[in-house]
């Protein structure tokens, strides 16, 4: 790699997916996690330009031990193309010192593996003792690293479910073990956890279909709600930030809307041990992700430190 002293390091998709080691993003996003729980994260609302085909957001924030960076997004759900998803653009990472930029990386894959990350972080704070078998809906981009990360771990038995058998099929294929369900219902009934990993605008999941105890990381559901109004109200609530309830879309969560703020519990918190997680083996538990700006600085300050390390990516003069 060329010398970077005095060049910004720009790393395309596949530099960018290389020099994000999983455990390093699971690890920077549990931090994130506690310090937005702790109030110490500076990052205003995602903010969003509307094109009438999708929108453009921007979500710039500073995470102390983690640095500072800003990630602008596209969500066209109609322009997906090869094995692109709908979410595309750039993360920014900067010297939290000296304002200087110092790395430019595809936000797609950030995007990825940090929400994936974040699930993954709350299934460990929030699922009951002894779960194992974890179902993934969806087939897109981030159910694809959603089973890339769960897939390794020890004791998972992973189902993939979904609309379209076949995507289901080619999607397990990539995979060291998994199989797939006869459906999203199928998956759902027979998981201990499910990750919900969907675009689409309607629920995709049933409360009648979860088993007594399971947990749910739902981090889908950018234009719609991805789970049924049921499976909110027979639930203990855990966000990423308060924001998540309060705030309208694109910032807050469709399915959270006129939810009360009292009662949604930040997982940072859980995490920090400053607020109790799971209280019985009966207890449906669900984790709603609507993504923090807070979660790309930690997977940003990961890549651009091992793609440092191993070389990866140019240097250019900006």
Do not use: N
């Amino acid at each position: 790699m060329a010398d970077t002293a005095g060049g910004v390091l720009v790393l395309d998709r596949e530099a960018t997916r290389a020099a994000a080691p999983p455990e390093a993003v699971l690890e920077a996003v549990r931090t994130a996690l506690i310090a937005v729980a702790a109030g110490g994260v500076s990052a205003p609302p995602r903010v969003a330009a509307r094109s009438g085909r999708g929108l453009l957001g921007a979500m710039p924030g500073h995470v102390p031990g983690l640095g500072l960076s800003a990630k602008l997004v596209s969500v066209f759900p109609g322009a997906t193309a090869g094995d692109h998803g709908a979410h595309r653009g750039i993360v920014a990472h900067f010297d939290a010192e000296t304002g200087r930029p110092l790395a430019v990386m595809d936000a797609e894959a950030i995007t990825a593996v940090r929400t994936a990350a974040a699930a993954t972080v709350a299934m460990r704070a929030l699922a009951r003792p002894g779960a194992c078998r974890i179902a993934v809906i969806g087939t897109g981009t981030q159910a694809r690293a959603q089973t890339e990360l769960v897939a390794p771990l020890d004791g998972v038995e992973l189902v993939v479910g979904a609309r379209d058998p076949g995507k289901a099929e080619r999607l397990v294929a990539g995979l060291p073990a998994g199989s797939t369900a006869a459906g999203v219902e199928a998956a759902v009934r027979s998981a201990d956890v499910v990750f919900c990993c969907t675009s689409s605008r309607e629920p995709v999941l049933r409360r009648s279909w979860l088993r007594a105890g399971a947990h749910l990381s739902s981090v889908g559901g950018s234009d719609g709600p991805e789970f049924d109004a049921e499976t909110l109200r027979a639930s203990s609530l855990f966000v990423e930030w308060p924001g998540a309830v309060t705030e309208p879309p694109p910032a807050g969560a469709w399915e959270l809307q006129g939810t009360d703020p009292a009662g949604a519990r930040l997982i940072g918190d859980v995490l920090a041990g400053r607020r109790p997680g799971r209280r019985s083996a009966a207890e449906l538990t669900l984790f709603k992700s609507t993504g923090h700006a807070a979660l790309d600085v930690a997977a940003a300050s990961v890549v651009y430190r091992a793609a440092r390390e191993r070389g990866l990516g140019i240097a250019v003069d900006l």
